[in-house]
């Protein structure tokens, strides 16, 4: 019997890590031989920045893998990107929507209960959660379940490596968790 396969898809991602020298002559060298080919890599204001464009059967085995391999390299993962913070530039950006149309939608003139912004909630620059902003332009047919999906999954991500010194396996177990729990809801 020959066991069914799998189609791979490309998933994008940025991750930041810190504790590596890019004065070390084997900076790259070092993501490379772990497992970071398919990232572009950048340092910037003592941070390692490397954007991902990662070849995985679903999203969670791409930032999974990719924390691993980061971990592996010897730095540690501090955060996902994008952000789970959002403009209404890049809700529009995000959805494929144009800012006009998000606008509206923010400011109540078109569609019910858009979700209202988490910080700077009384500044000219507002940001929302996009976790809720896409949840809810999923429930009015705007974006997939799939987008939603990966929006949870990179914030639940971030709050997880947060976690002080967490191993490479404890990440996975706790993402994996995480995403059965809201699987199943």
Same mark, same amino acid.
């Given at each position: 019997?020959?066991?069914?396969?799998?189609?791979?898809?490309?998933?994008?991602?940025?991750?930041?890590?810190?504790?590596?020298?890019?004065?070390?002559?084997?900076?790259?060298?070092?993501?490379?031989?772990?497992?970071?080919?398919?990232?572009?890599?950048?340092?910037?204001?003592? +941070?390692?920045? %490397?954007?991902?464009?990662?070849?995985?059967?679903?999203? /969670?085995? !791409?930032? &999974? #893998?990719?924390?691993?391999?980061?971990?592996?390299?010897?730095?540690?993962?501090?955060?996902?990107?994008?952000?789970? +913070?959002?403009? %209404?530039?890049?809700?529009?950006?995000?959805?494929?929507? /144009?800012? !006009?149309? &998000? #606008?509206?939608?923010?400011?109540?003139?078109?569609?019910?209960?858009?979700?209202?912004?988490?910080?700077?909630?009384?500044?000219?620059?507002?940001?929302?959660?996009?976790?809720?902003?896409?949840?809810?332009?999923?429930?009015?047919?705007?974006?997939?379940?799939?987008?939603?999906?990966?929006?949870?999954?990179?914030?639940?991500?971030?709050?997880?490596?947060?976690?002080?010194?967490?191993?490479?396996?404890?990440?996975?177990?706790?993402?994996?968790?995480?995403?059965?729990?809201?699987?199943?809801?």
């Amino acid at each position: 019997m020959l066991a069914r396969r799998v189609p791979m898809k490309m998933h994008e991602f940025t991750i930041i890590a810190s504790g590596m020298n890019p004065n070390d002559d084997e900076f790259e060298n070092r993501f490379f031989e772990a497992g970071c080919s398919d990232a572009t890599i950048a340092y910037q204001k003592g +941070l390692s920045i %490397l954007e991902f464009t990662r070849e995985a059967k679903n999203f /969670s085995h !791409a930032i &999974i #893998s990719a924390f691993e391999n980061v971990q592996k390299a010897g730095a540690k993962v501090e955060r996902f990107e994008p952000d789970h +913070l959002v403009s %209404l530039s890049d809700i529009a950006a995000r959805s494929g929507m /144009s800012r !006009a149309a &998000i #606008s509206l939608y923010a400011k109540g003139e078109r569609g019910r209960a858009f979700p209202v912004p988490v910080a700077r909630i009384t500044t000219e620059s507002p940001l929302w959660d996009w976790v809720e902003v896409s949840r809810w332009l999923q429930m009015n047919e705007k974006l997939s379940a799939d987008v939603v999906l990966e929006a949870r999954m990179l914030k639940d991500a971030n709050m997880i490596a947060g976690t002080h010194a967490i191993r490479p396996d404890q990440f996975s177990r706790e993402l994996q968790d995480r995403i059965r729990a809201y699987e199943a809801a």
